[in-house]
């Protein structure tokens, strides 16, 4: 398991960010771009996972929409959910000598060779959404971004919730997000933190990825109930694999949030619809409108402060259950 606060020391990480600090200020802005007045534009390289979810396409135009806001010049790409995409798109930015690098990692592990050659490039990179595991702290300044585990935890805690105090065993199916990916990872350990602890009669009977897609979950939970009949509980690590596996649900003749309960993470618009018909009964919000926060980040990594940050740069969240979806729904950002 994955514990993004365990393999740095508060020490190591104030060295890292001063390492990374000090790089800035050793390259000093390259960019080409002058937004006028005498003052430098900033450019950004942007690596985006790709474009799977309702989450993705909110955080893709806070960031986009931020970026302009501030000044920004952004070069943003699309990796289409594949890590061999995001290293191109890291070294394209390195060789074109961008200010700051930020992208938020498919997976979690295999990025210490590219972060490197950022690192000798002097760009300093800004993780944002999700974490990477690394024995190098010194590689990035800060993580901009959710607490997944934290979010697994709340899920639990709202299937409490939705169950009411139900007594006897409880047969649960899981859809996983993207494997490897932090939040997959995190969000299936905190749910089964709390089941460990107090649940000893909830069982998960069926695990697997869909990719946090509606395509994915859809498909995955047909198989699900082609192989079990007695799933009473769905916990979808995203709103899209959960409202994939609502179809899957239903021409399975069943009724979703009825015969089968379901908690899912994120709560885009369409998740609110679905939790304001009860077809979703309760959803951890994972915000995705991480721009304005980012842009904040890059400019103070840019002006050779990033030693003042924390090493992570946690976003607030809110738990929403069925019966408040109606009254939230309009004034949902996303
Ligand atoms: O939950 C999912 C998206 O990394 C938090 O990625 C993000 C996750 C989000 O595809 O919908």
Redesign the pocket.
């Known amino acids: 398991m994955i514990d993004r606060r365990s393999f740095l020391t508060a020490g190591a990480a104030v060295s890292a960010a001063g390492v990374l600090a000090a790089c800035a200020k050793k390259n000093p802005t390259k960019s080409t771009g002058s937004k006028g007045g005498g003052t430098e534009q900033i450019t950004l390289g942007f690596s985006q996972?790709g474009s799977?979810?309702g989450?993705?396409a909110a955080n893709t135009q806070s960031v986009k929409d931020a970026a302009k806001a501030a000044g920004i010049n952004l070069k943003f790409s699309d990796a289409q959910q594949k890590q061999e995409n995001q290293i191109s798109a890291i070294r394209s930015y390195i060789a074109q000598k961008v200010d700051v690098i930020s992208f938020?990692p498919v997976v979690v592990t295999g990025w210490d060779t590219v972060l490197k050659e950022a690192k000798a490039a002097g760009i300093p990179v800004i993780l944002t959404?999700?974490s990477v595991e690394t024995s190098d702290p010194s590689l990035y300044v800060t993580l901009v971004g959710?607490d997944f585990e934290s979010e697994g935890e709340r899920a639990a805690h709202l299937l409490e919730k939705v169950l009411a105090g139900q007594k006897g065993t409880v047969k649960i199916a899981q859809l996983e997000?993207t494997t490897g990916?932090a939040?997959a990872i995190e969000r299936s350990s905190g749910f089964a933190k709390i089941m460990k602890a107090s649940h000893p009669e909830w069982k998960i009977i069926a695990s697997q990825s869909g990719d946090?897609t509606r395509a994915g979950g859809k498909q995955v939970m047909a198989a699900f109930l082609q192989a079990h009949s007695d799933i009473q509980v769905l916990f979808s690590?995203?709103d899209?694999m959960a409202i994939g596996a609502i179809q899957a649900i239903q021409a399975a003749g069943k009724a979703p949030g009825k015969d089968i309960k379901i908690i899912s993470?994120?709560g885009v618009h369409d998740g609110f619809v679905a939790m304001s018909k009860g077809q979703i009964n309760a959803i951890v919000e994972?915000n995705p409108l991480l721009g304005p926060q980012l842009m904040d980040t890059v400019k103070t990594v840019h002006a050779g402060k990033g030693s003042t940050l924390p090493r992570w740069i946690k976003t607030k969240e809110s738990d929403y259950t069925a019966d408040q979806a109606a009254a939230a729904l309009p004034s949902r950002k996303y």
């Open positions: 996972v799977e979810s989450w993705r938020s959404d999700r959710s997000g990916a939040p946090f690590h995203n899209d993470c994120d994972c």
